[in-house]
C-alpha cells in the first residue's frame, strides 16, 4: 500500500497510534506526509494568562471555533504568563471591550478543549497578574481532566495563600512541583513562602498515587520532607526522582527500597558545610549501594563545595555503579587567591562586579584525572558533565561587590586537565564542561587518545 494514496484524515489517524518519533521520521519522508502529521508533531498548546492579552483575542477566537483542527490531537497545555502588551496601545473604552472578551474567550476555549480531548499532560504557572475568571477557568478545567498522567506546577510566582491545588486525580504517572528558590531573608520575596497548607495539600495529592514513576521537587525547603514520610507509609518506589533538597527523611526513604533508576538532585544545599557533609556520608555510604544495580543516571553535584563533591573520599563507590550510563558530577577547587586587577598593566585590566580569584591548578588536576580515570571503569557509561562547586563564601550573596567569581575560575581550570589527559585506549565517553562537549580522539603524534571538543551545548 502507498501511504501517499490515503487521505490526510486516514493519515492523520494512523499517525494518531503512532509515538512521537514517528511522527519526526514521516514528517521527514515527503512534503505530503509532512502536512499530515503537522497537527500530531505539535501536540503541546501554550495558553497565555494575565491582565494584557489584548494580543490573543483572533488565537482564542480560533480555538473556540474549533476549526483549527488541534483540539483532537493536543496532548498537553501549558499555561505561563504571557507578554505585556503596552496598554496606552488601546484605548480605555477598547481595553475594556478586549478584557471582557478575552476573559469569555479563555473559559470557552478550555470548555472546548475539554471536549473530545486526549490531554495527558498540564504545566501550569499561576502568576501574580492572572485574573480571577482566568484561574477558576484553569483549575475547573484541570480538575475536569479525565485520564491526566502528567502534571507540573510552578508555584514560585505568587502569593501562595491565594493559590489553592486542583483535583489532579489518582493516576499521574510523573509530577513536578517548584516553588520559590531564594531564601526567606530575601524580602520582597518572602511573601511568597509556600504555606504549610498548601505543602499539606500537595503531599496527599502525592502520596494518593498509585502509579507514580517520577516526582520533581523544586525549591528551598524543608517541608518536602513531609512528603517523603507519606511515600515511605505508602510504600511506593518512584524509578525516577529529581530535588534539589536533599534531607534525612528522604534518604530513609531511598534506603526503604531499591530499584531506582534516575536521581538528579543537582545544586541541592542543607544550608550549611557540616551538615552538608554529613549528608554526603550518608549518601555515598549507603544510599548509593542500595541502588547500585539500578541506577542509570545520576547528577549529584552541589551548589556549594562539600564532600559532595567527587574526590577520593567517594571514588570507591562509582565503580558499583554497573548499569550508569550517566555521570553528572562537581570537583572543589581547594585554594583560591583574590586578584587586584587595579595593578595589572592597562592591557589586562577588566571590568568586574564582585571579586575575581585564580585558583591553583594542581589542586584541580587532582580530582578531575581521578574522574576521568575511574569512568573508564564504568562499562555503561556514556555521558560524563564535570561542573565547578561554588564557594561556600558565596551563600547567601546575591549579586552585586560581594560576589566571588569562583566558578568561572575553576571551569577554565577543569577544561585545562581534560585537555592535557591523555588515555592508552579509546573510550566512547562524552565529556561536558560548561557548554562544550568533548571525545577522545588519537593524537596525530604519539599514539595516544586526547578530548578534543566535538559539539557545543546551545544556552538557554
Not at 603524534?445 to 571538543?453: D, F, K, R, S, T
Request: aromatic letters at 8%.
Amino acid at each position: 500500500m502507498n501511504l501517499l494514496t490515503l487521505s490526510p484524515e486516514l493519515l492523520e489517524e494512523i499517525g494518531n497510534q503512532l509515538g512521537h518519533p514517528d511522527h519526526t521520521r514521516l514528517r521527514a519522508v515527503c512534503k505530503d506526509l509532512e502536512g499530515a502529521t503537522q497537527r500530531l508533531f505539535f501536540s503541546s498548546l501554550i495558553l497565555n494568562t494575565g491582565e494584557h492579552l489584548f494580543s490573543r483575542h483572533d488565537f482564542l477566537s480560533a480555538l473556540v471555533s474549533g476549526t483549527t483542527g488541534w483540539n483532537a490531537y493536543t496532548r498537553k497545555i501549558v499555561f505561563k504568563p504571557g507578554p505585556y502588551v503596552r496598554p496606552e496601545k488601546y484605548t480605555d473604552e477598547e481595553r475594556e471591550v478586549l478584557r471582557g472578551d478575552n476573559e469569555r474567550l479563555f473559559s470557552l476555549a478550555l470548555e472546548t478543549l475539554s471536549v473530545g480531548s486526549n490531554i495527558q499532560a498540564v504545566e501550569w504557572q499561576p502568576a501574580q497578574n492572572e485574573i480571577q475568571p482566568q484561574y477558576e477557568a484553569i483549575h475547573q478545567f484541570i480538575s475536569r481532566i479525565p485520564a491526566l498522567l502528567e502534571f507540573d506546577l510552578d508555584i514560585s510566582r505568587i502569593e501562595s495563600h491565594l493559590f489553592s491545588l486542583p483535583s489532579i486525580g489518582q493516576e499521574l504517572r510523573r509530577i513536578g512541583i517548584k516553588c520559590r528558590r531564594w531564601h526567606s531573608h530575601v524580602q520582597w520575596a518572602s511573601n511568597r513562602d509556600v504555606t504549610p497548607s498548601l505543602y499539606r495539600h500537595i503531599s496527599q495529592a502525592i502520596g494518593t498515587q498509585k502509579g507514580l514513576v517520577r516526582l520533581e521537587l523544586e525549591g528551598d525547603t524543608g517541608e518536602w520532607s513531609h512528603i517523603w514520610t507519606i511515600l515511605r507509609k505508602a510504600r511506593l518506589q518512584l524509578c525516577e526522582i529529581a530535588t534539589n533538597v536533599l534531607t534525612t527523611e528522604f534518604f530513609e526513604y531511598l534506603l526503604l527500597y531499591s530499584g531506582l533508576q534516575k536521581l538528579d538532585t543537582k545544586h541541592h544545599d542543607a544550608g550549611n558545610r557540616p551538615y552538608n557533609d554529613r549528608l554526603a556520608e550518608t549518601f555515598y555510604g549507603s544510599v548509593l549501594s542500595h541502588h547500585a544495580d539500578s541506577l542509570v543516571e545520576l547528577s549529584c553535584p552541589p551548589a556549594y563545595e562539600s564532600q559532595f563533591s567527587f574526590g577520593e573520599h567517594n571514588v570507591h563507590v562509582l565503580p558499583q555503579l554497573s548499569k550508569l550510563e550517566s555521570l553528572a558530577m562537581s570537583v572543589n577547587a581547594g585554594r583560591s587567591k583574590f586578584v587586584d586587577w587595579s595593578k595589572r598593566g592597562d592591557s589586562e585590566r577588566v571590568l568586574y562586579i564582585g571579586n575575581p580569584v585564580e585558583i591553583e591548578q594542581a589542586d584541580v588536576d587532582s580530582p578531575v584525572n581521578l574522574l576521568l580515570e575511574t569512568a573508564t571503569r564504568l562499562p555503561a557509561l556514556r555521558n560524563l558533565t564535570i561542573s565547578a562547586a561554588d564557594t561556600n563564601s558565596n551563600r547567601g550573596v546575591r549579586c552585586g561587590n560581594g560576589i566571588i567569581h569562583h566558578t568561572s575560575a575553576v571551569t577554565p581550570a577543569i577544561l585545562h586537565t581534560l585537555k592535557e589527559f591523555r588515555s592508552k585506549e579509546e573510550n566512547p565517553v562524552a565529556v561536558r564542561v560548561g557548554y562544550a562537549i568533548h571525545e577522545l580522539r588519537l593524537a596525530e603524534e604519539g599514539g595516544a587518545w586526547q578530548y578534543e571538543q566535538t559539539a557545543k551545548v546551545p544556552w538557554r
